[in-house]
């Protein structure tokens, strides 16, 4: 009898311990489908996902970030995966220290400069949290494991920071970029003294290319924006867009580029901005969103009409 008991709990643990394995495996699965389903609504929203995920998660992993030294090799890997996902996709600070510890588990065992997921064979876990680093605005940290690993970043290109104290803590602060590019000067950019047009793009878009175009080719669009307009790229993965960025921001110093980061502390001011999405145009007067345009279309003439109509909106709300 002792010995039936016996093996009914070693068998009672194994099963326990495969299935916190399996762990990160089923969560990742969960968020990767669930989003797929969720982006078939029309009311799919970012917050919308992230709240179900938290609670899948919640229910997992009871809230608090397993320890990662439990993990075999390949259940570390998974939920560095894991992680990554998550982390990309909420921007939440717990997903993102999480990726750290599985991280620092893959680096003591050697294994942190070979890919993670069995089925993307390009890239390392040194890459993928390099990007994570940059997703979420950590320039620092970004900056640092590009130095631990020069060999496999050093075609990363990593300004430093430049953050006045004075500047720490307030509201809509946003970098610019040095003339050189070897910087990004943290500056709070006030939006409610008057009304601004707030200009969501990249040099990497297409449609932002060609808006930008339109823009140089009509002088009296080109000074209404100068006026009215601040225009901010969100940094996402990569920080390949600096060259292109200093070009633009050195022949347009009044129409210049500045770089939003989804670092947690510089989030306070633009709650009410999607930045998940490219091009986009708030046009905003005492903080309030008085007109909006969401994306480019249908051909150049009609996006400058549709943006000359919400500079008009902006000039009689001044007027009032």
Not at 16 to 37: D, F, G, N, V, W
Not at 43 to 63: C, G, M, T
Not at 148 to 163: F, G, I, Q
Request: charged share 30%; with cysteine.
């Amino acid at each position: 009898m002792k010995k039936t008991i016996a093996v009914i709990a070693i068998l009672g643990l194994c099963g326990c311990h495969h299935a916190q394995q399996r762990k990160p495996l089923e969560m990742h699965e969960y968020a990767t489908s669930i989003r797929k389903e969720m982006q078939k609504s029309r009311d799919f929203s970012e917050q919308k996902y992230k709240e179900v995920v938290d609670r899948k998660y919640d229910a997992l992993f009871h809230i608090k970030n397993p320890a990662m030294t439990g993990y075999t090799n390949d259940a570390l890997k998974q939920a560095f995966v894991m992680y990554d996902t998550l982390s990309f996709y909420t921007l939440e600070s717990r997903y993102l220290a999480g990726l750290e510890d599985a991280f620092r588990e893959l680096k003591k065992r050697g294994l942190e400069k070979a890919t993670c997921d069995i089925n993307y064979d390009k890239g390392s876990c040194v890459e993928d949290m390099f990007a994570a680093y940059i997703k979420q605005g950590d320039i620092r940290n970004a900056k640092r494991i590009q130095t631990e690993y020069p060999e496999t970043l050093s075609t990363k290109h990593v300004p430093d920071l430049r953050e006045p104290a004075e500047h720490l803590g307030k509201a809509c602060n946003l970098y610019r970029v040095s003339a050189d590019g070897k910087h990004l000067d943290l500056e709070p950019v006030d939006i409610s003294v008057k009304p601004v047009m707030i200009a969501i793009m990249s040099p990497d878009c297409h449609f932002s290319r060609r808006i930008m175009k339109s823009i140089l080719a009509d002088p009296e669009l080109k000074r209404e924006l100068e006026e009215s307009a601040v225009i901010v790229l969100p940094v996402s993965a990569s920080l390949s867009f600096i060259p292109e960025v200093v070009r633009w921001n050195n022949e347009n110093p009044k129409l210049a580029f500045r770089i939003h980061t989804d670092r947690e502390d510089l989030r306070v001011g633009w709650e009410k901005f999607d930045f998940t999405s490219i091009p986009q145009f708030y046009f905003i007067k005492d903080g309030d969103v008085v007109d909006y345009i969401g994306g480019w279309g249908p051909n150049d003439e009609e996006f400058t009409a549709r943006l000359r109509q919400g500079l008009h909106t902006l000039k009689i709300e001044q007027n009032k």
